[in-house]
């Protein structure tokens, strides 16, 4: 079993900063890719950031300069900072790993719930 469990979303004025950070715990003998989606209504799910176990990062590009993502490989953490926060950033965003358990050869994909980002003023 592996859990991914997400926190930080919130509500923030526009131009504001918010921390995500997601956990992910369970059998677990190694963790590839981490990365966080965001899905808006009425539209797919789309990347917002990832970041790899030897810490090769990647954005979209209507994030970059904005967000970060880090990660912490002795807690299994992934964390994203976004800054200059603006409506068409409000959205779900889910927490991803792909996560390799002790009896698997095979590498899986693991999601979060999903925590609310809203920004408004």
């Known amino acids: 079993q592996v859990q991914v469990v997400e926190s930080g979303g919130g509500l923030v004025q526009p131009g504001g900063s918010l921390r995500l950070s997601c956990t992910v715990s369970g059998s677990i003998s190694g963790i590839s890719v981490m990365g966080w989606y965001r899905q808006a209504p009425g539209k797919q799910r789309e990347s917002v950031a990832t970041?790899?176990?030897?810490?090769?990062?990647n954005f979209a590009d209507s994030v970059k300069g904005r967000f970060t993502i880090s990660r912490d490989n002795t807690q299994n953490t992934v964390y994203l900072q976004m800054n200059s926060l603006k409506p068409e950033d409000t959205a779900v965003y889910y927490c991803?790993?792909?996560?390799?358990?002790?009896?698997?050869?095979?590498?899986?994909?693991?999601w979060g719930q999903g925590t609310q980002v809203t920004v408004s003023s």
């Open positions: 991803y790993a792909e996560v390799k358990s002790p009896r698997s050869v095979n590498w899986y994909a693991y």
């Open positions: 970041v790899t176990s030897g810490g090769s990062t």
